[in-house]
């Protein structure tokens, strides 16, 4: 079983910061992607930004230059730092983590979401 454990979100004033991490534990044999994805309401969860294995890192146009991914290896451990918030960014925001278990199942696990709310 593998857990993820998210944290930091909270409300922010429009042009604040946050910094959201994700603790993924368990049987994790390989973490092939660690991502976080976000949901407003009525809309669809959309990716806001992805580690992959092989070094790739990929943020959605709309956080480009305001939003930071970055991760320890060694913890299994990644941070979401947002810069220069604005109040469309206000969602849910998922932690996600892809690979294989210790069983060598395929893995695909969410956390269970921290919101964060933009707002004056």
């Known amino acids: 079983q593998v857990q993820l454990v998210e944290s930091g979100g909270g409300l922010v004033q429009p042009g604040g910061s946050l910094r959201l991490s994700c603790a993924a534990s368990g049987s994790i044999f390989r973490a092939t992607a660690m991502g976080w994805y976000r949901q407003a309401p009525g809309k669809q969860r959309e990716l806001v930004a992805r580690?992959?294995?092989?070094?790739?890192?990929n943020y959605a146009d709309s956080v480009k230059g305001r939003f930071t991914m970055s991760r320890d290896n060694a913890e299994n451990t990644v941070y979401l730092q947002m810069n220069s918030l604005k109040p469309e960014d206000t969602a849910v925001y998922y932690c996600?983590?892809?690979?294989?278990?210790?069983?060598?199942?395929?893995?695909?696990?969410w956390g269970q979401g921290t919101q964060v709310t933009v707002s004056s």
């Open positions: 996600n983590v892809q690979g294989v278990t210790m069983s060598f199942n395929v893995l695909d696990a």
């Open positions: 580690f992959t294995s092989g070094g790739t890192t």
